[in-house]
């Protein structure tokens, strides 16, 4: 395994105040999370039913790829299929062309992210405003999401409202967050009047209606599609479910598990165009996703609904923050995500785990994550990945372990090791040594007190 | 062949082992004593005021004692005297822009998030989000439990059958070091007028 991980968060844990904030602040919603959980009797049954409900469905997905498609058509809307990041970014360049847009209001897409859109759009003359507050935030800053729903959870008040001074003109040293969102009101509601298309992503899409379904607290996805003349929706494939009474399921577990709230305010369904607008758009993404349903250990990463509960509750991700995974999506998911996607690029991520398995014990469509992370484990060697000191170590302690005398002569002598100066032990040179003081050994071992009853 | 054909043939190279639709009508859903009681404690949870309007009584004349700095009122419902705007014949969607209060019509609220649904039955949706506060007309009697009941009864309307959103409470986010700020791009205040039957 690799140091990838603690290296990248040794920069995040340089501000001991601030990682305890995040740390404290992820737990509130993990515990915000319990409190929503626990308020439903039938929490652990529609889990279970989620679960279920996925496993069907993308196991059958190009029953419900075909259903949803053909209905979205039937409803007016224009569908294409991308194969890839490429393929997407030039189908949705191909469109805006079209319709010679020149801004793109858009709300908040994790695909989008995947498929690096922006950037691609930007250099073709298209200017492209993120409307969800915590994604333009971090547009304004030029970074990429820190989390999957918080974006900008990096941030503190401070450095939005500096921020803001800069690129929105907000008054010097205001940094109220009140005031500062009313500022970014301000500026959206500007854009979202002069842009000459909207896109939004997708939670759902909905084989049996062809509608698109689309969760913000903010209303910025609805903003985006009111006033400008096009639509433009991406989906991967595996966000279809087959009808209202899965997106049940799912929309009373979706909010909870992610920021435990009862619901985001908005869930909108649209199936087709204003009256007033030019039709919909619907792009659908594979990039990737037809070759994982393939992988008998890591398929069931394709169940994912994108609540972020996982990261909530991670102590690793809680203590280390967004930036420290080498995948744009951090926390047990994107670990898993990232090894889906490039397993030599992303191994780094599968040391920041504990194993502790709280993720898959939260996740509402009960992912296995920490068993996935465990299983990539076993995989490195074969991937060119495995870190040569880790690999060293435990071949030597499999020769301790396994060789009886060997390893009663090591713990008797252990103790010997404690008169070892201090400077020499907890030094660079040995990395068990680095973030925790070496241990004492002590004089007598347990095997030796057992024996002699001194063990009650 | 087509991208479409591309990618669904190399998803059937790929899938293994298929599994069963669940059974869903087992689902023990938690249900209310009294559903309306609930809906208005959620509706203040999320951020929204509850008014039950008594009949007979004038909801233009509620609405401008509510807000009586009002100066521009949108609204389609013909119950509506007092509105300045119409989503219907507004030129473009911006023009909603600047509206005070917009006013418009819940099918049915949903007693365990406060969710209301609101089918779009106007030409043009923005005055549900433009507006910077937003009133919900809901006819009291109209609460189910949960979102299993409420997914099996919403309907789209015939006219404008391409948008509906459930809306619960005022726009809201924490985006800023999570304090939690109502009225991000969408109506800064929330509030359902429980109308008699």
Known sequence: MSTAHSNAAKEFLKNQTYAKWHDATFWAVRTKRDNMAYGLDEWEQLREKASAIKRHTITHLDEYLDQFATKAEENGCIVHWAKDAHEFNEIVYGILKNHNVKKLVKSKSMLTEECEMNPYLEQHGIEVVETDLGERIIQLKGQAPSHIVMPAIHLNHDDVGELFEEKLGSEKGNHDPTYLTYVARLSLRNEFLTADAGMTGANFGIAETGDIVVCTNEGNADMSTSCPKLHITAIGLEKIIPNYDCLAVFQRMLCRAGTGQPTTTFTSHFRKARPTANPMHIVLVDNGRSEWIGNPEHWEALKCIRCGSCMNTCPVYRRSGGYSYSYFIPGPIGINLGMLRDPQKHSGNVSACTLCNSCQTLCPAKVNLGDQIYMWRQQLDEFGTANSQKKMMCKGMSMVYGNEGVYNLGTALAHWANLIPSPLINCGMNPWAEGHKMMKFPKETFHSLWKKGKVK | ?197
């Not at chain 2, 009294?34 to 009584?57: A, C, H």
């Not at chain 2, 005297?81 to 005070?100: E, K, S």
């Not at chain 2, 365990?112 to 609101?118: H, K, R």
Request: aromatic share 6%.
């Open chain 2, 1 to 197: 062949m087509s991208n479409k054909d591309d990618i669904l043939k190399r998803y059937r190279a790929n899938v293994r082992e298929k599994y069963d639709m669940p059974d869903l009508s087992d689902i023990k859903a938690t249900t209310y004593p009294n559903p309306l009681v609930q809906f208005v404690k959620m509706t203040e949870m999320v951020g929204g005021q509850v008014i039950e309007v008594d009949s007979g009584r004038d909801i233009n004349v509620l609405i401008k004692e509510l807000f009586p700095d009002a100066k521009e009122i949108a609204s389609n419902l013909p119950e509506i005297t007092i509105a300045t705007r119409n989503p219907d014949t507004v030129g473009r969607a911006r023009d909603l822009n600047g509206t005070d209060v917009g006013i418009i019509r819940g099918m049915f609220g949903v007693a365990e998030n406060a969710c209301i649904w609101i089918p779009q039955t106007m030409k043009e949706k923005a005055v549900c989000f433009i507006s910077e506060n937003l009133i919900i007309l809901l006819p009291k009697s109209q609460i189910v439990n949960n979102m299993h009941e409420a997914y099996k009864r919403i309907e789209f309307d015939n006219e404008y059958d391409g948008y509906g959103t459930f809306i619960s409470g005022p726009s809201k986010t924490a985006d800023i070091a999570q304090v939690l700020v109502m009225g991000a791009q969408a109506a800064r205040s929330a509030t359902v007028l429980l109308l008699p039957d």
